[in-house]
T-cell receptor, first 109, second 116 residues
Framework: GQNIDQPTEMTATEGAIVQINCTYQ??????LFWYQQHAGEAPTFLSY??LDGLEEKGRFSSFLSRSKGYSYLLLKELQMKDSASYLC??????????WGAGTKLIIKP | GAVVSQHPSRVICKSGTSVKIECRSL??????MFWYRQFPKKSLMLMAT?????????EQGVEKDKFLINHASLTLSTLTVTSAHPEDSSFYIC????????????FGPGTRLTVL
């Protein structure tokens, strides 16, 4: 079956750095997304990786290793507004989006 | 990025009634639209994929007669929850995609449905 694993919840301090990991086992791979979702709102796009390596976009970076079936989202200089759920999603060989359950990130002052 | 709207944002209805949710792409043509539902603290669950002018493709376990999807134009898709029951209460989210660029999927703000 298809599976995406990410931690259920993480806590970090304002101003610090946090890394949210995602591992996947899917039938084929055509790219990996990270989305941010605040409570009661729809997801918003953060990043898309299809090749191995690190993609940096401001305070957020996303890394992909296809051979390991592994990605992480790195958030720097954490702000209180970064408190949200972070969803990892993979496009499989049928071009279907497979969603992880999301990681709830709690930022403390 | 492109904008997708949903209407209504919240709806409360009585059991047995039908509710229609609209999803519109405001500044691009959406060849494909997706409908998701999300339960509290759970991930998104894809319900169906709709392409403009053709029948929607439903995911396994989703009743097509209960969740009617119409994608009549390149900017509008509707989801009708027929004969709603309390277990249909959920957060319904649509997303829209233009062409085959999978980097270009945009989400609507979601509709909170509560069935009493």
């Amino acid at each position: 079956g298809q599976n995406i694993d990410q931690p259920t919840e993480m806590t970090a301090t304002e101003g610090a750095i946090v890394q949210i990991n995602c591992t996947y086992q899917t039938s084929g791979f055509n790219g990996l997304f990270w989305y941010q979702q605040h409570a009661g709102e729809a997801p918003t796009f953060l990043s898309y990786n299809v090749l191995d390596g690190l993609e940096e976009k401001g305070r957020f970076s996303s890394f992909l290793s296809r051979s390991k079936g592994y990605s992480y989202l790195l958030l720097k200089e954490l702000q209180m507004k970064d408190s949200a759920s972070y969803l990892c999603a993979v496009i499989d060989s049928n071009y279907q989006l497979i969603w992880g359950a999301g990681t709830k990130l709690i930022i403390k002052p | 990025g492109a904008v997708v709207s949903q209407h209504p944002s919240r709806v409360i209805c009585k059991s047995g009634t039908s509710v229609k949710i609209e999803c519109r792409s405001l500044d691009f043509q959406a060849t494909t639209m997706f409908w998701y539902r999300q339960f509290p603290k759970k991930s998104l669950m894809l319900m169906a994929t709709s392409n403009e002018g053709s029948k929607a493709t439903y995911e396994q376990g989703v009743e097509k007669d209960k969740f009617l999807i119409n994608h009549a134009s390149l900017t509008l898709s509707t989801l009708t929850v027929t004969s709603a029951h309390p277990e249909d209460s959920s957060f319904y989210i649509c997303s829209a995609r233009s062409g085959d660029d999978y980097n270009e999927q945009f989400f609507g703000p979601g509709t909170r449905l509560t069935v009493l």
